[in-house]
C-alpha cells in the first residue's frame, strides 16, 4: 500500500497502510483521528461528511483517498484561521445557537464556508441551493439561514 | 359532560415510553429501594474535603440518611464522587452536573438553568459537565417521552435552592446577622442592614460545614424573580460542536480501538446457518470474524455475523463481501402489501368494541349527514443522522460501555444477563446523541458492541452503516382506520366510530399493543362527542415495533384532526367553530392529572394559534390554511399552516403559526428549537417518508428513498406562547403531532383533495 501524503488544515500528513480506495472520510476519523467530520449516509446524500478539497466544499465519504493524495483538505476541525479566533459563521452558529443534536452542524458550517467564500452576501435562494445537499434530521434550517445571513453582514467570508 | 372515556391513566410500556423508561429504571438494583414514586425521594448530600475545597451538593436516592458523611468533611470518594449536581469552588466557579443523555433536546443546558436559577448564579459563571451514569447520585438518567423536565423540575430546583439556602445561613453566621437579613444576588450573599456581601466562594467553606435543609422546605423563587430561565441561552456544547470536537458516541476513540459491523438477516429474526467466514478472514485488515447466536429478543440480541477489522472502511467492505446462508424458519414473512389489504378486509366489517361510550349506531341512523373515510398512514424510521454506534472494551471481567443511548441506566442489567457478568462490573459512559426521537430507548446496539467486546481482547467499536440502521429499526407502526362521523340537522357531531388496527407482538397474548401501537378513545381529543365507539381489531406483527417522536400521537392526530375537519366541512360549518365546539366547556376532565386532557388549555390555545395565524381571513386561489390541534406529552399544541399548490400539485407550506402551552417556557432558544424541528420533521414526514416491507425485509435502504426534507422546503415558522401556572413540560415532541393535519386540511382548502393516506407523495402531491 503506498503512503499518501494530504496537507490537512495547513499540516502536512502522511498516511501509510491505508488502501486506496478508503474514502477521505475514514481516512480522517480512523487513520488521523481526526473525528469533527461525520458519517451519515456514505452515499454522497447528507452531507454531514462534508470538508473542503482545494478550497471547494465535498462530500468526504465519496471521494478515496488516491485522489487526494498531494492537496489540500480543510475540515472544521482547522476551519477557524487561528486557534482563537474562530470562522465568523462558528461565531455566528453559537449566537443563533444553531444546533439541537449537532451531528449535522459540522457538514453544514463546511458547505456555509464554502459559499461565503463564494458569495458573500448571498440570498435565501442562494442559501438553500448551496446547503441543499446538507441534510438536517432535527429540523435546524432556519436558523442556519439566519446564522449564514448573520455571518455574512459581520464579513463572513473570513 | 364529564368523560370516563379520558380519564384513563396512560398504559405502560405502551403508550409513553416514560412508562416503560421508569419500569427500566426500577428493575435496576441500585434504584429499586428508592425509586418508589413518580419523582424517587431525594436528599441532599454534602461534601467537603474534595480537591480544591468549597461545597459540593449531591442527590442522594438512599433512604438512609448519610448526612453525616458529610459532617466530617471528609468525601466518601467510592460512594460519592466529585462529581455531584453543584459544586461551588473556592476560586468561584460553578460546576453543576448535566445528568440526562443530550439528544439535541436541549436537556445538557437546561437541565443546569434550572439549578443555577434556584442557586441564584450569572449563568456565566457556569460550568457545565456530563454527569456519569449512576442512579445512587443522580436518579434515573434517561430522554424520552419529554418527561426530563416534569421529572426533573421540583428535584433541581430543589437542588438549587438548597444550596442557595445554605450560603445565606453561612453568611449570617459569620456576620453574626439573622439569616433573613441575607439575600443571594448573582453569586452574593448581600447584607440588607449594611449593603456588605460575601462571595459563594468565600463563603462555600463555612456553607459546607451547616447541617442541609431539607429540600421540600427550603423557600424557592417565584417565576417573576427568574433571570435565567424563560431566557435565550445557547447550548453549552456550541463551542465543541461548531469546532468539531469529539463528543458523540461515533467519536469515541480508545487505543487499539477494532472496527466492528454486525451483519443480521435482512428479514427479521431470520439466524444464520452458516457464513464464508474464512475468506472474510483473509481479508486485508479483518482481524476476526464469527456468528453470534443472539438471544432472539429484537431489543437486546439478534442473531448475526460479527466482523472485526482494523478500519471503518474494512469493515464496511468485508461487510459487503459476506455471505450469508440464512435460516428463514424463524424470519419474519410480513408484507406491507398484504398488510394493507388485510386491514381494509378486516376493518370494513363489524368488530367486537374495545371502548364504547353512548350509542354509535343509535346516532348513526339518528344522523342528518353520516361521514366513513378510510386513513393510512405507513411504517416509518427513525433514521437519527448519527448512525446506531455503540463502544465496548472487556478487559480484566469488566466491562465498559459509551453508548449513545436514550435510556443509558437499563443496559447494565440487561448486559448482566446476557453476558453473565455482574452489574458492578459493568459501566456505562454516557455520550452525546446524534439524535434520538426514541430510537435509542431501546438498546440493542450496546448489546450488539458488548457481545462482540466480550469475545475479543481490545476496545471495539461498533459502527452500523446507513442501510443496516435502516433495515433494523423499530419501526413507527402503520395504521388504518375505518372511520364513520354522525352528524344532526344542527351540524353538531353525534358520533364517531373508530375500526382500526392495532398491531400486538407475534407470538405474545395479543393483548398488548406494540410499543407505540396503542388507539384509545382518549386520542380523538373530542370529550363532547356523546357517542363513540371503537373497534381495535388486534393483529400479530414481527417486524420491530418502537416508539418514535410522539409514539401514537405522530400518527393519531393526524387522522382524528382531519376527519374532524371533514366533518366541519360535511356540516358546512367553519372548522374553528366546529373544533372548539368539541372541547366543550372549560374544565380539566382529571383536574390535577397532567397526562389527562384539560379542555380549557387546549381552547387557549387553538383561539391564540386563529388569532395569530389570520384564521377566517381570505385566500388567494390555490392557496389555503388548515387548523389543527393536539394535546400530547402533556403539551398543548395549536398550529395553522398557510400552504400554496401550484397546477402540477407542488406544495408550498409558506407559514406555520404554532400556539403552545407548556406551562412555562425554560429555555427560549432550546424550546423554540425543538418547536421549529418538530413542525419541520412533520413537513418530513408528510412529504414523502413511508418504509415498506416484503418477506419480512425492508425495502427502503438509504436517504435516496427515505427522504429527509431540505433546506429549501422550510416554511416561516411563528411561534406563540401561552404562559400559565402548570409546571414546565418538555418539547421534545408535542409540537409533532398537529402538524401533518394543519397541512393537509389546508392541501384541502386549496384543492378541494382529502388527504388520506399517507405520505401525500401517494396522493399525488409534492412539497417544494
Ligand atoms: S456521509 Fe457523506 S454525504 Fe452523507
Ligand atoms: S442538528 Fe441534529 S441533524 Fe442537524
Redesign the pocket.
Known amino acids: 500500500m503506498p503512503t499518501i501524503s494530504i496537507n490537512v488544515n495547513g499540516e502536512l500528513r502522511e498516511i501509510s497502510d491505508i488502501d486506496p480506495n478508503t474514502p477521505l472520510l475514514w481516512a480522517l476519523r480512523d487513520h488521523l483521528q481526526m473525528v469533527g467530520t461525520k458519517f451519515g449516509c456514505g452515499k454522497g446524500l447528507c452531507g454531514a461528511c462534508t470538508v473542503h478539497l482545494n478550497g471547494a466544499a465535498v462530500r468526504s465519504c465519496s471521494i478515496p483517498i488516491s485522489e487526494v493524495d498531494g492537496q489540500s483538505v480543510t475540515t472544521i476541525e482547522g476551519l477557524a484561521a487561528k486557534a482563537h479566533k474562530l470562522h465568523p459563521l462558528q461565531d455566528a452558529w453559537m449566537e443563533h445557537d444553531?444546533?439541537?443534536?449537532?451531528?449535522?452542524?459540522a457538514g453544514?458550517i463546511m458547505s456555509a464556508a464554502s459559499l461565503l467564500s463564494r458569495n458573500a452576501n448571498p440570498s435565501d435562494t442562494d442559501i438553500d441551493d448551496a446547503m441543499a445537499g446538507n441534510?438536517?434530521?432535527?429540523?435546524?434550517y432556519k436558523r442556519i439561514r439566519k446564522a449564514i445571513h448573520s455571518a455574512a453582514t459581520k464579513g463572513g467570508a473570513a | 359532560m364529564n368523560n370516563d372515556l379520558y380519564n384513563h391513566d396512560l398504559e405502560p410500556d405502551v403508550d409513553m415510553p416514560a412508562e416503560f423508561i421508569e419500569r427500566q429504571n426500577r428493575h435496576s438494583a441500585k434504584v429499586s429501594e428508592s425509586a418508589d414514586s413518580f419523582i424517587p425521594r431525594r436528599q441532599f448530600l454534602k461534601m467537603s474535603g474534595i480537591a480544591g475545597g468549597g461545597l459540593v451538593l449531591a442527590f442522594s436516592l438512599s433512604r438512609s440518611p448519610r448526612a453525616k458523611a458529610a459532617h466530617h468533611g471528609e468525601s466518601d470518594s467510592t460512594e460519592f464522587s466529585p462529581n455531584a449536581f453543584i459544586q461551588i469552588k473556592p476560586d468561584g466557579t460553578i460546576v453543576i452536573a448535566a445528568k440526562n443523555p443530550e439528544v439535541?433536546q436541549g436537556i445538557k443546558t437546561f437541565l443546569p438553568m434550572i439549578i443555577a436559577e434556584e442557586l441564584e448564579v450569572p449563568w456565566e459563571s457556569v460550568t457545565v459537565e456530563q454527569s456519569a451514569i449512576d442512579a445512587k447520585r443522580f436518579g434515573p438518567q434517561s430522554a424520552g417521552g419529554s418527561q426530563s423536565t416534569p421529572r426533573n423540575w421540583d428535584p433541581l430546583r430543589q437542588a438549587g435552592a438548597v444550596a442557595r439556602a445554605m450560603l445565606i445561613a453561612a453568611a449570617a453566621k459569620t456576620w453574626g446577622v439573622s439569616e433573613s437579613k441575607c439575600n443571594a444576588d448573582q453569586g452574593f450573599i448581600i447584607n440588607e442592614s449594611n449593603g456588605k456581601k460575601l462571595s459563594y466562594a468565600e463563603l462555600a467553606t463555612t456553607a459546607a460545614s451547616l447541617p442541609i435543609p431539607d429540600g421540600k422546605t427550603v423557600p424557592l423563587k417565584k417565576r417573576s424573580e427568574y433571570k435565567i430561565l424563560g431566557k435565550f441561552i445557547p447550548g453549552v456544547d456550541n463551542q465543541a460542536l461548531v469546532t468539531g470536537q469529539p463528543l458523540f458516541g461515533i467519536d469515541q476513540q480508545l487505543p487499539g480501538l477494532l472496527h466492528a459491523v454486525y451483519v443480521k438477516c435482512p428479514s427479521f429474526g431470520g439466524t444464520v446457518n452458516s457464513a464464508n467466514l474464512d475468506a472474510i478472514k483473509a481479508r486485508p485488515g479483518i482481524v476476526d470474524a464469527f456468528v453470534l447466536e443472539g438471544n432472539g429478543v429484537d431489543n437486546e440480541l439478534s442473531a448475526g455475523v460479527a466482523i472485526l477489522a482494523k478500519s471503518t472502511y474494512e469493515a464496511f467492505q468485508a461487510e459487503k463481501a459476506l455471505q450469508v446462508d440464512w435460516n428463514h424458519d424463524p424470519a419474519s414473512k410480513e408484507s406491507w402489501t398484504d398488510f394493507q389489504k388485510q386491514a381494509r378486509e378486516i376493518t370494513s366489517k363489524p368488530g367486537k368494541a374495545t371502548e364504547e361510550q353512548g350509542d354509535f349506531s343509535a346516532a348513526q341512523s339518528e344522523a342528518k349527514t353520516v361521514v366513513e373515510s378510510f386513513y393510512t398512514y405507513p411504517f416509518l424510521s427513525h433514521s437519527n443522522?448519527e448512525p446506531q454506534n455503540c463502544t465496548a472494551w472487556f478487559r480484566d471481567g469488566k466491562m465498559e460501555l459509551w453508548a449513545p443511548s436514550q435510556t443509558p441506566q437499563s443496559i447494565a442489567g440487561m448486559l448482566s444477563k446476557l453476558l453473565d457478568i455482574d452489574q458492578s462490573n459493568i459501566e456505562v459512559n454516557q455520550l452525546r446523541i446524534?439524535?434520538g426521537f426514541g430510537r435509542r430507548l431501546l438498546n440493542d446496539f450496546a448489546c450488539e458492541a458488548a457481545a462482540i467486546a466480550h469475545k475479543v481482547d481490545a476496545p471495539v467499536k461498533l459502527m452500523w452503516n446507513r442501510e443496516s440502521d435502516l433495515a433494523h429499526d423499530f419501526y413507527r407502526v402503520g395504521g388504518f382506520h375505518n372511520l364513520t362521523g354522525a352528524l344532526d340537522s344542527k351540524g353538531r357531531l353525534t358520533g364517531l366510530q373508530d375500526r382500526t388496527i392495532v398491531y400486538t407482538p407475534a407470538g405474545g397474548d395479543g393483548k398488548r399493543p406494540v410499543r407505540g401501537g396503542n388507539v384509545r378513545a382518549s386520542n380523538i381529543q373530542c370529550p363532547e362527542i356523546p357517542n363513540v365507539r371503537i373497534e381495535a381489531n388486534s393483529l400479530p406483527l414481527q417486524i420491530p415495533a418502537g416508539w418514535w417522536r410522539a409514539p401514537s400521537s405522530c400518527s393519531l392526530a393526524w387522522v382524528f384532526q382531519s376527519f374532524v375537519h371533514e366533518l366541519a366541512v360535511a356540516a358546512k360549518r367553519d372548522h374553528l367553530e366546529f373544533l372548539l365546539e368539541q372541547f366543550g366547556e372549560p374544565r380539566w376532565l382529571k383536574k390535577g392529572k397532567a397526562n389527562v386532557f384539560n379542555t380549557e388549555r387546549a381552547i387557549n390555545v387553538t383561539k391564540l394559534a386563529a388569532e395569530k395565524g389570520d384564521w377566517g381571513k381570505p385566500m388567494k386561489k390555490r392557496q389555503g390554511r388548515g387548523l389543527s390541534f393536539y394535546f400530547s406529552h402533556l403539551g398543548y399544541f395549536a398550529e395553522i399552516a398557510e400552504i400554496t399548490v401550484d397546477s402540477s400539485n407542488n406544495v408550498k407550506v409558506d407559514r406555520v403559526v404554532v400556539a403552545a402551552d407548556v406551562g412555562m417556557l425554560l429555555n427560549k432558544s432550546g424550546g423554540e428549537n425543538q418547536v421549529e424541528g418538530s413542525v419541520i420533521d412533520g413537513i418530513s414526514t408528510l412529504a414523502d417518508q413511508e418504509i415498506t416491507f416484503e418477506n419480512g425485509a425492508v425495502k427502503e435502504s438509504n436517504f435516496d428513498t427515505y427522504p429527509l426534507l431540505r433546506m429549501s422546503a422550510q416554511p416561516n415558522i411563528e411561534i406563540h406562547w401561552l404562559t400559565s401556572d402548570y409546571s414546565p413540560t418538555g418539547l421534545g415532541e408535542p409540537a409533532f403531532p398537529p402538524l401533518a393535519a394543519a397541512v393537509t386540511n389546508a392541501i384541502h382548502q386549496a384543492t378541494g383533495k382529502r388527504i388520506r393516506a399517507m405520505p401525500i407523495s401517494k396522493e399525488g402531491f409534492k412539497i417544494v
Open positions: 444553531v444546533p439541537q443534536c449537532g451531528y449535522c452542524q453544514q441534510l438536517c434530521r432535527c429540523g435546524t | 439535541g443522522l446524534g439524535g
